[in-house]
């Protein structure tokens, strides 16, 4: 079994954990900017216990594990609003002011937010991501089309050695060296999506981290220059199981399902330039397929749709 509980506030210390941990296998402990994120590995024996161990807890964070587990379960659906305090106060047997409390933790996480005069929604998907045969844009690009702000924080970049996955992807030899980047990527600051993407080196001589972090748009970037011009010649979609270190950036329970992307782009000549993965938040981001014309972008829309190339 593994559980998951959030750990917020002044419960957030070496302490708060260590008393668990004289209990329990400690499996990891994720720092987040709204606390702590505690994950235990149980055996099956010891789930009754830990139930105890979590009902030592406030109230209003028992209330909030709940009320994710719900989220998480697809109990609400995406956009309708959230049920009001005196409803789920009845609901769990609490004070309004507990479950005031426990909502606002969740509102300040970016799970729920709330609308002035209107009530505490579940946001609608940030990010619908439709597949075209026709054209490519970039995240940052469709995402200010939108009337919303890109966000990409630079997690990961290094200059290695193509392994046989990757080599075959981008049809080069196996040990050909290429650039590896990871970002995390945002919509109005809550994260959507972790991105993974490789290169063949020779393609981007020069290119460096820094040339990543003060680029938005890395396909602008390209473009401009290495005069570099792709379309998409394969896409996939499959579900991927979190791991914890995934989840946390998305701010999942770790083996939550998410939307695995998987896609090849090639130059206008045919030449494999780009071997794009990205884990996308299930809640956040949503896919769909279109075979007609490429479609336009409106300077206003939501949820924002971002038009990617490829054949299914």
Excluded at 76 to 87: C, L, T, V
Excluded at 217 to 243: E, G, P
């Amino acid at each position: 079994m593994i559980a998951n509980f959030p750990i917020l506030g002044e419960l957030a210390s070496e302490q708060a954990w260590q008393n668990v941990n004289r209990s329990f296998k400690w499996y990891t402990v994720a720092g987040r900017a709204c606390g702590w994120l505690v994950t235990f590995k149980l055996e099956a024996d010891q789930s009754a216990e830990m139930d105890d161990v979590l009902n030592k807890y406030p109230i209003y964070i028992q209330l909030q594990k709940k009320l994710l587990d719900a989220i998480h379960g697809r109990e609400f659906e995406q956009g309708s609003r959230f049920p009001s305090e005196r409803e789920l106060s009845e609901k769990f047997g609490t004070s309004r002011v507990t479950m005031r409390k426990a909502i606002d933790r969740l509102v300040q996480m970016g799970v729920l937010e709330r609308r002035p005069r209107s009530g505490t929604y579940l946001p609608e998907r940030l990010f619908d991501r439709p597949i075209s045969e026709h054209a490519s844009y970039s995240v940052s690009d469709v995402v200010e089309k939108a009337g919303h702000v890109p966000g990409s924080k630079l997690l990961y970049f290094e200059r290695k050695l193509a392994g046989k996955i990757s080599a075959a992807k981008l049809e080069i030899d196996v040990e050909t060296p290429i650039i590896s980047i990871q970002r995390l990527r945002s919509v109005d600051g809550i994260p959507v999506c972790v991105e993974f993407i490789e290169i063949p080196a020779h393609l981007v001589p020069g290119l460096s981290a820094s040339d990543v972090l003060e680029n938005k748009s890395l396909y602008a970037y390209f473009r401009n220059v290495y005069h570099l011009s792709f379309r998409n010649k394969t896409s996939t979609i499959s579900v991927h199981w979190a791991t914890a270190t995934e989840a946390e950036f998305l701010n999942l329970p770790a083996g939550s399902p998410v939307l695995k992307f998987e896609s090849v782009n090639v130059s206008n000549d045919g030449i494999p330039f780009e071997f794009l993965r990205s884990l996308n938040h299930p809640d956040h981001v949503s896919f769909s397929l279109n075979h007609g014309k490429q479609l336009e972008l409106a300077s206003t829309s939501a949820p924002i749709s971002m038009m990617m190339t490829g054949t299914m």
